[in-house]
Protein backbone atom coordinates (compact mmCIF):
# COMPACT_ATOMS: atom_id res chain seq x y z
CA UNK A 1 0.00 0.00 0.00
CA UNK A 2 1.34 3.48 -1.28
CA UNK A 3 0.13 6.61 1.31
CA UNK A 4 0.38 10.02 -0.15
CA UNK A 5 1.84 12.91 1.68
CA UNK A 6 0.20 16.14 2.84
CA UNK A 7 -2.05 18.11 0.52
CA UNK A 8 -1.25 15.30 -3.09
CA UNK A 9 -3.17 12.60 -4.20
CA UNK A 10 -2.76 8.61 -4.90
CA UNK A 11 -0.84 9.88 -8.17
CA UNK A 12 2.50 10.91 -6.72
CA UNK A 13 3.09 7.12 -6.62
CA UNK A 14 2.36 6.91 -10.67
CA UNK A 15 5.92 6.85 -11.94
CA UNK A 16 7.03 4.10 -9.27
CA UNK A 17 3.88 1.67 -9.52
CA UNK A 18 4.66 -0.20 -12.77
CA UNK A 19 7.45 -1.40 -10.85
CA UNK A 20 5.67 -2.42 -8.06
CA UNK A 21 2.91 -4.32 -9.60
CA UNK A 22 5.40 -6.59 -11.12
CA UNK A 23 5.46 -8.10 -7.65
CA UNK A 24 2.67 -6.75 -5.59
CA UNK A 25 -1.35 -6.34 -5.74
CA UNK A 26 -0.79 -2.39 -5.00
CA UNK A 27 -3.45 -0.26 -2.94
CA UNK A 28 -3.37 3.66 -3.58
CA UNK A 29 -6.03 5.48 -1.92
CA UNK A 30 -6.02 9.19 -1.62
CA UNK A 31 -5.77 10.15 1.85
CA UNK A 32 -8.93 11.54 3.25
CA UNK A 33 -9.82 15.06 2.93
CA UNK A 34 -7.62 15.05 0.05
CA UNK A 35 -8.73 15.78 -3.49
CA UNK A 36 -10.50 12.66 -4.79
CA UNK A 37 -10.53 11.35 -1.22
CA UNK A 38 -13.35 10.41 1.06
CA UNK A 39 -14.37 13.76 3.20
CA UNK A 40 -13.07 13.78 6.56
CA UNK A 41 -16.91 13.89 8.47
CA UNK A 42 -15.58 13.59 12.31
CA UNK A 43 -13.48 16.23 14.45
CA UNK A 44 -10.21 15.76 12.84
CA UNK A 45 -7.83 14.10 15.97
CA UNK A 46 -4.05 12.70 15.77
CA UNK A 47 -5.87 9.44 14.07
CA UNK A 48 -8.04 10.94 11.99
CA UNK A 49 -6.57 9.78 8.61
CA UNK A 50 -4.91 6.65 9.78
CA UNK A 51 -8.60 5.02 11.25
CA UNK A 52 -9.61 6.35 7.30
CA UNK A 53 -6.99 4.27 5.74
CA UNK A 54 -7.73 1.21 8.45
CA UNK A 55 -11.25 1.42 6.57
CA UNK A 56 -9.55 1.63 2.95
CA UNK A 57 -7.43 -2.07 4.06
CA UNK A 58 -10.73 -3.04 5.35
CA UNK A 59 -12.93 -2.36 2.88
CA UNK A 60 -10.20 -3.90 0.16
CA UNK A 61 -9.61 -7.32 1.78
CA UNK A 62 -5.91 -6.12 3.28
CA UNK A 63 -5.72 -7.45 6.94
CA UNK A 64 -1.98 -6.56 6.68
CA UNK A 65 0.16 -5.31 4.08
CA UNK A 66 3.97 -3.73 3.56
CA UNK A 67 2.89 -0.41 3.52
CA UNK A 68 5.08 3.14 1.68
CA UNK A 69 4.49 6.47 2.79
CA UNK A 70 5.70 9.77 1.89
CA UNK A 71 5.92 12.80 4.37
CA UNK A 72 2.32 12.64 5.81
CA UNK A 73 1.61 9.21 4.43
CA UNK A 74 4.60 8.31 5.98
CA UNK A 75 3.85 9.60 9.69
CA UNK A 76 0.41 7.30 8.71
CA UNK A 77 1.96 4.51 7.90
CA UNK A 78 4.41 4.52 10.98
CA UNK A 79 0.48 5.20 13.10
CA UNK A 80 -0.47 1.31 11.23
CA UNK A 81 2.44 0.08 12.17
CA UNK A 82 1.91 0.87 15.80
CA UNK A 83 -1.31 -1.11 15.25
CA UNK A 84 -0.23 -4.19 13.69
CA UNK A 85 -1.49 -3.51 10.18
CA UNK A 86 1.95 -3.06 8.65
CA UNK A 87 4.34 -6.20 7.32
CA UNK A 88 6.60 -3.28 6.84
CA UNK A 89 6.93 0.21 6.22
CA UNK A 90 9.33 2.36 4.06
CA UNK A 91 8.80 6.00 5.01
CA UNK A 92 10.53 8.96 2.81
CA UNK A 93 10.98 11.59 4.38
CA UNK A 94 8.04 11.00 7.46
CA UNK A 95 6.44 14.00 8.89
CA UNK A 96 6.70 14.57 12.49
CA UNK A 97 10.09 13.93 13.51
CA UNK A 98 11.18 17.49 14.68
CA UNK A 99 12.80 17.68 18.28
CA UNK A 100 10.37 19.16 20.93
CA UNK A 101 10.95 22.79 20.62
CA UNK A 102 12.46 23.00 17.43
CA UNK A 103 10.73 26.62 16.09
CA UNK A 104 11.08 25.23 12.52
CA UNK A 105 8.52 22.81 13.13
CA UNK A 106 5.97 25.97 13.08
CA UNK A 107 7.59 27.60 10.35
CA UNK A 108 7.48 24.64 7.88
CA UNK A 109 3.47 24.34 8.90
CA UNK A 110 2.97 28.28 8.22
CA UNK A 111 4.61 27.77 4.65
CA UNK A 112 2.80 24.82 3.71
CA UNK A 113 -0.39 27.05 4.35
CA UNK A 114 0.82 29.98 2.57
CA UNK A 115 1.86 27.58 -0.26
CA UNK A 116 -1.49 25.92 -0.26
CA UNK A 117 -3.22 29.44 -0.67
CA UNK A 118 -1.18 30.47 -3.58
CA UNK A 119 -2.02 26.95 -5.25
CA UNK A 120 -5.78 27.84 -4.97
CA UNK A 121 -4.88 31.04 -7.12
CA UNK A 122 -2.30 29.51 -9.06
CA UNK A 123 -3.74 26.32 -10.31
CA UNK A 124 -5.88 27.60 -12.95
CA UNK A 125 -3.41 29.00 -14.10
CA UNK A 126 -0.88 25.95 -14.70
CA UNK A 127 -0.80 25.16 -18.31
CA UNK A 128 0.46 28.57 -19.08
CA UNK A 129 2.87 28.10 -15.59
CA UNK A 130 4.07 24.42 -17.20
CA UNK A 131 4.85 25.34 -20.68
CA UNK A 132 8.03 26.23 -20.08
CA UNK A 133 11.22 24.21 -18.65
CA UNK A 134 11.57 27.27 -15.75
CA UNK A 135 7.89 26.88 -15.24
CA UNK A 136 8.05 23.36 -14.51
CA UNK A 137 11.16 23.83 -12.37
CA UNK A 138 9.50 26.14 -10.42
CA UNK A 139 6.22 24.34 -9.81
CA UNK A 140 8.10 21.16 -8.84
CA UNK A 141 11.50 22.91 -6.59
CA UNK A 142 9.98 22.24 -3.21
CA UNK A 143 9.37 18.63 -3.90
CA UNK A 144 12.14 17.55 -6.36
CA UNK A 145 15.60 18.14 -7.56
CA UNK A 146 15.26 16.05 -10.97
CA UNK A 147 11.78 16.83 -12.68
CA UNK A 148 12.49 16.96 -16.42
CA UNK A 149 11.34 13.45 -16.48
CA UNK A 150 7.93 14.42 -15.00
CA UNK A 151 4.83 14.72 -17.39
CA UNK A 152 3.28 18.21 -17.87
CA UNK A 153 0.05 16.10 -17.10
CA UNK A 154 0.80 15.10 -13.72
CA UNK A 155 2.57 18.29 -12.62
CA UNK A 156 -0.71 19.84 -13.43
CA UNK A 157 -2.53 17.43 -11.42
CA UNK A 158 -0.36 17.54 -8.70
CA UNK A 159 -1.26 21.75 -8.09
CA UNK A 160 -4.35 21.14 -8.77
CA UNK A 161 -5.04 18.62 -6.17
CA UNK A 162 -3.14 20.22 -3.43
CA UNK A 163 -5.44 23.60 -3.82
CA UNK A 164 -8.32 21.35 -3.85
CA UNK A 165 -7.44 19.52 -0.49
CA UNK A 166 -10.44 20.67 1.64
CA UNK A 167 -8.44 19.38 4.82
CA UNK A 168 -5.39 21.07 4.18
CA UNK A 169 -5.68 24.37 6.54
CA UNK A 170 -7.52 22.35 9.39
CA UNK A 171 -4.63 19.78 8.82
CA UNK A 172 -2.58 22.41 9.36
CA UNK A 173 -4.16 23.91 12.31
CA UNK A 174 -4.24 20.39 14.32
CA UNK A 175 -0.65 19.78 14.01
CA UNK A 176 -0.01 23.44 15.50
CA UNK A 177 -2.06 22.63 18.73
CA UNK A 178 -1.16 19.27 19.07
CA UNK A 179 2.16 18.17 17.44
CA UNK A 180 2.61 14.26 16.38
CA UNK A 181 1.50 11.14 17.64
CA UNK A 182 3.03 7.63 16.90
CA UNK A 183 3.76 5.13 19.47
CA UNK A 184 7.39 3.95 17.98
CA UNK A 185 7.01 1.20 21.19
CA UNK A 186 4.58 -0.79 19.70
CA UNK A 187 6.06 -0.94 16.04
CA UNK A 188 7.10 -4.42 15.48
CA UNK A 189 7.23 -4.50 12.02
CA UNK A 190 10.77 -3.84 9.88
CA UNK A 191 11.26 0.14 9.17
CA UNK A 192 13.01 1.70 6.39
CA UNK A 193 13.41 5.28 6.60
CA UNK A 194 14.26 6.83 3.32
CA UNK A 195 15.41 10.70 3.38
CA UNK A 196 17.00 13.16 0.63
CA UNK A 197 20.17 15.53 1.80
CA UNK A 198 17.89 18.15 -1.04
CA UNK A 199 15.04 18.12 0.77
CA UNK A 200 13.44 21.70 0.94
CA UNK A 201 10.35 21.08 2.62
CA UNK A 202 11.73 18.67 5.34
CA UNK A 203 15.21 19.46 5.64
CA UNK A 204 17.77 16.51 6.62
CA UNK A 205 18.75 15.92 9.16
CA UNK A 206 16.99 18.49 11.43
CA UNK A 207 13.16 17.12 10.83
CA UNK A 208 14.33 13.73 11.12
CA UNK A 209 16.32 14.04 14.62
CA UNK A 210 13.33 12.51 16.68
CA UNK A 211 13.02 9.21 14.31
CA UNK A 212 16.79 9.32 14.66
CA UNK A 213 17.00 9.57 18.27
CA UNK A 214 14.06 8.27 20.10
CA UNK A 215 11.77 7.17 18.11
CA UNK A 216 13.08 4.83 15.33
CA UNK A 217 16.79 4.86 16.22
CA UNK A 218 17.28 0.77 14.98
CA UNK A 219 15.31 1.41 11.63
CA UNK A 220 17.31 0.75 8.32
CA UNK A 221 18.27 5.07 7.52
CA UNK A 222 19.21 5.39 3.88
CA UNK A 223 20.43 9.20 2.91
CA UNK A 224 19.92 10.00 -1.07
CA UNK A 225 22.02 12.37 -2.20
CA UNK A 226 21.07 15.34 -4.27
CA UNK A 227 17.57 13.77 -4.07
CA UNK A 228 14.18 16.11 -2.79
CA UNK A 229 11.41 15.51 -0.68
CA UNK A 230 9.21 13.12 -2.67
CA UNK A 231 12.30 10.25 -4.06
CA UNK A 232 9.10 8.72 -5.91
CA UNK A 233 8.94 11.78 -8.30
CA UNK A 234 12.61 13.05 -8.28
CA UNK A 235 14.36 8.98 -8.67
CA UNK A 236 11.49 6.82 -9.04
CA UNK A 237 13.64 3.90 -10.41
CA UNK A 238 15.77 4.23 -7.32
CA UNK A 239 12.58 4.43 -5.10
CA UNK A 240 10.66 1.55 -6.58
CA UNK A 241 13.73 -0.38 -5.74
CA UNK A 242 14.09 1.02 -2.41
CA UNK A 243 10.16 -0.25 -1.39
CA UNK A 244 10.39 -3.45 -3.31
CA UNK A 245 13.63 -4.33 -2.01
CA UNK A 246 12.19 -4.25 1.67
CA UNK A 247 9.52 -6.11 0.65
CA UNK A 248 10.80 -9.17 -0.54
CA UNK A 249 10.37 -12.50 1.30
Known amino acids: MCLHGFADTWRTWELVLPALERRHDVLAPTLAGHAGGPAIEARI ?6 DAVERVMDEAGFETAHIAGNSLGGYVALQLAARGRARSVVAFAPAGGWLE ?5 GETLDRQ ?3 IEALRVMAPQAPALLATLDGRRRATASITVN ?10 HLMLGAACSTAALPLIEHAHRNGWRIEPERIACPVRVVWGT ?5 PWP ?37 IAGFTAP
Open 113 to 115: AAT
Open 198 to 202: EDRLL
Open 147 to 156: FEHIRVELIA
Open 206 to 242: AAAARFRGEWLPHADWIELDEVGHCPQLDVPVEAAEL
Open 45 to 50: GDYVLA
Open 101 to 105: GDGSF
